[in-house]
């Protein structure tokens, strides 16, 4: 998935540095009208057409679905760290606040061109009963929603029960268009040929929920005399578990000098738990949990580079200057702490934490998670299993597929023109260092979301995937992968088995 808007953010966040953003967003460009760039070398096989301007023809002009309702079971919980209904129903009305008008905006610009209206039904679920309540509507056979916006965990169980419709073969979403995330979507199949996870921006909580790690820039400027040492550090490729163990034990002070680290003393590091926090670092190392082969699916991370990534994440959360108790247990705390400045760097927060930081007096600098190793080849950022996406339930009539699916492509499409750079314009306004990094890190963690599996289907898979291999061991600072994972291989393999056999009876049967 590549998603680039680097050059937007530029022109929000540093209206003097256009053209150093220009080459970022000429790939994508290019991309997006068929035109290849030509390589860094400079040389080129192909003859790049001069650029002329063309009238933009909208392939929906015309399309009157006589004022049909679109009906959306949005997501309006407020239990979990994130929620995405204002970016899908807004307040319903102009309110002067730039991303609940630019979401009204849509809407109704959505509405004029398709000749449709809106219809919301709200949904108040948390992680612990959505699955249940969600099958339970589902099986009442009622056809009340097109689309479903609700956390990313209990979709992935419900595409394995039948419960979702497959949009593999269909034809009118656009997965190449930057939209639409659809590595992330491909990432979400179990089986090749099941694609049910529907994950683009007008399900934006996609976006805020991501995971990212802040830093205090006085303090990084304090120890390196250099605010920027850290993001020079990723776009030189050396953000690494190693690289960041480094820094946070370098910073780290017992500030009253009792000769014990606890909190109240500057960290390096500070988290909620291991749980939680754990989990974007394990995604961050670009771990593959699954193959599919000719002969199925099966797992694949049973090898070295685990062992090695169970070890990293012992070292970095046992860190002398890593803390991960709290008298304050919640994200709140933790942002209570961090602007203290009593830690360097936070973990467990979203992109969408910066709008709950803009009272924080020193300078915030975004990262993204580390890599395991300078060998890696990207950063990858992840979603949490409450990231609320979209499905398209089995009670929507086959016959009602190509207007559910029009409306969605056209409502990402706008969201991507009209919602998105209000969001980082003005939702995610914060104190910058005004420098175009900062634009680029944002964009960077934007644009490598694209590793969802684990958190859809861990779940599904009795939580082998993230608890028994490496939380479980890790709370108990053991860094033994092969006994672990030997000693449960067998009940996973049957859970794997399980619902890999499901999906391709869901294919049989055509969904």
């Not at 009208?33 to 650029?51: F, M, R």
């Not at 920027?228 to 050396?238: C, H, I, S």
């Not at 034990?249 to 500057?266: A, C, P, R």
Request: charged share 20%; glycine share 8%; with cysteine.
């Amino acid at each position: 998935m590549k998603k680039t808007i680097s050059l937007l953010l530029a022109l929000l966040l540093c209206l003097g540095s256009l053209s150093v953003l220009t080459g970022c967003s000429e790939s994508k460009q290019n991309a997006d009208s068929g035109q290849q760039s030509t390589p860094s070398d400079g040389t080129s096989d192909v003859t790049v057409p001069e650029e002329t301007e063309t009238e933009f023809i909208d392939p929906f002009a015309g399309t009157d679905f006589g004022g049909r309702e679109f009906r959306v079971y949005t997501s309006v919980d407020d239990y979990d760290a994130t929620n995405g209904n204002a970016f899908i129903q807004g307040s319903g009305e102009l309110n002067g606040e730039a991303v609940n008008d630019a979401v009204f905006e849509r809407n109704a610009k959505v509405c004029d061109l398709l000749n449709i209206t809106l219809s919301f039904i709200e949904a108040n679920l948390t992680y612990s009963n959505h699955e249940a309540t969600i099958k339970k509507q589902i099986m009442a056979g009622a056809d009340e929603w097109d689309v479903m916006a609700n956390d990313i965990m209990a979709f992935g169980s419900l595409a394995r029960d039948g419960f979702i419709h497959n949009v593999y073969s269909n034809k009118i979403l656009d997965l190449t268009k930057s939209y639409w995330y659809g590595d992330a979507m491909r990432d979400c199949q179990f089986v090749e040929g099941g694609m049910y996870i529907l994950i683009g921006d007008y399900f934006t909580d996609a976006l805020q929920s991501a995971h990212a790690l802040y830093s205090n820039k006085n303090l990084i400027n304090d120890y390196y005399d250099d605010p920027n040492y850290l993001q020079n550090m990723v776009f030189d490729g050396k953000w690494t578990f190693d690289s960041m163990i480094d820094v946070i034990n370098t910073v780290k002070q017992d500030s009253d000098g009792d000769g014990q680290m606890k909190e109240g003393d500057l960290f390096g590091f500070t988290c909620i738990g291991m749980w939680g926090s754990m989990i974007p670092f394990l995604i961050g190392t670009d771990i593959q949990f699954i193959e599919r082969t000719d002969e199925g699916v099966e797992y694949c991370f049973n090898n070295e580079r685990s062992v090695k990534i169970l070890e990293k994440l012992n070292d970095l959360f046992y860190a002398d200057g890593a803390l991960t108790t709290l008298a304050d247990y919640s994200d709140a705390g933790l942002r209570i702490v961090f602007g203290a400045g009593k830690s360097l760097i936070i973990g467990y927060n979203r992109i969408g934490d910066l709008t709950k930081m803009r009272d924080i007096e020193f300078t915030i600098g975004i990262l993204p998670y580390p890599k395991l190793d300078e060998d890696q080849q990207n950063y990858v950022s992840s979603l949490h299993d409450t990231s609320e996406v979209g499905a398209i339930p089995m009670t929507l009539p086959p016959s009602s597929m190509d207007f559910c699916t029009t409306c969605l492509e056209v409502f990402c499409r706008e969201t991507g023109k009209m919602v998105i750079p209000k969001y980082y314009e003005e939702g995610l306004k914060v104190k910058y260092s005004n420098g175009q990094d900062d634009a680029r890190l944002i964009d960077l963690i934007h644009d490598s979301i694209s590793s969802p599996f684990p958190v859809a289907f861990n779940g599904t898979l009795g939580g082998f995937l993230l608890g028994t291999c490496f939380s479980t061991p890790l709370q108990s600072h053991s860094t033994d992968f092969a006994s672990t994972y030997a000693k449960n291989t067998k009940v996973a393999m049957k859970s794997l088995e399980k619902a890999a056999n499901a999906f391709l009876e869901n294919l049989e049967n055509g969904n």
